[in-house]
């Protein structure tokens, strides 16, 4: 479905829900550290998640012979996204990004963070900057009427200059209703093309940068999207809403 005009009541339920999203993201970076499992981290995020009284709409999506089997991605180096939780214990000097869904009152918003266990290189240290700053870039560009191209271009910007690869089989996204809704937000095109954003749509911008090539394929557990190249790779997501002058970030 295309992404809807939302009603107050909508927006109401999605500030809630980001509210909470956020929360449980902060919680998850915190406990992250040498020698925890992302299966710990993730089974952390389904209690609090839980108690805080939202619905994961990770849980069970996509295919009924292969839905995804927990509340929370968690993708550690050279997967980008998409990571399944398991027994594997955070390393010193892991990157990982952690991609989270709520459902608030049937209202969905979606966000992942970035960061590294122990310290790390400087040089992975400005990837992960940079790719938080091109995501902002795009939310920036954001406003009543923009089209879809002149997000993509501004957040293609930064990560051109960084000289990183970037992600074009995974796009941004509507978001609301439903966690996946149209249109596609790429993180590459041209100023002044696409879609017309308006106010009121709520929209999920999320680049994904690598140290390497764009390149990427998808992991025998028929999830987890890794780099074609074994480059270590960034994510940042946040929820938007558009507004008449600008924006509200719903993920924070
Ligand atoms: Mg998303």
Redesign the pocket.
């Known amino acids: 479905m295309y992404t809807r005009i939302k009603t107050s009541k909508e927006i109401e339920a999605m500030r809630s829900s980001g509210k909470i999203l956020a929360q449980v993201l902060g919680t998850v970076e915190r406990a992250s550290a040498v020698g925890v499992s992302t299966k710990y981290l993730a089974d952390l995020a389904a209690s609090e998640l839980k108690t805080l009284g939202g619905k994961p709409p990770f849980l069970g999506y996509g295919d009924v012979h292969n839905a995804f089997p927990d509340v929370i991605c968690i993708s550690v180096n050279d997967a980008v996204v998409h990571g399944i939780p398991s027994s594997y214990e955070l390393r010193s000097g892991d990157i990982v990004s952690i ?1 989270f ?1 709520v459902n608030y009152d049937g209202m969905i918003t ?3 963070r970035t960061f590294c266990v122990d310290g790390t290189s400087n040089e992975l240290k400005k990837l992960i900057k940079d790719t938080e700053r091109s995501m902002y870039a795009g939310i920036d560009a954001l406003k009543n009427g923009v089209r879809v191209g002149d997000v993509s271009s501004a957040i293609q910007k930064v990560l051109v200059a960084g000289g990183y690869g970037i992600v074009r089989d995974l796009v ?2 509507g ?1 609301g209703h439903e ?2 809704e149209e249109p596609d937000i790429p993180n590459y095109g041209f100023a002044g093309r696409g879609d017309v954003l308006k106010a009121g749509m709520t929209i ?1 911008i ?1 680049p994904m940068a690598t140290m390497g090539g764009h390149g990427v394929y998808v992991d025998d557990d028929g999830w987890t999207i890794k780099t074609t190249d074994g480059s270590l790779a960034a994510h940042f ?1 946040n929820t938007v809403l558009i507004t008449d002058k600008g924006y509200e970030i719903l993920t924070v």
């Open positions: 991609d869904g979606d966000a992942a941004g996204h978001v966690l996946h999920a999320e997501e």
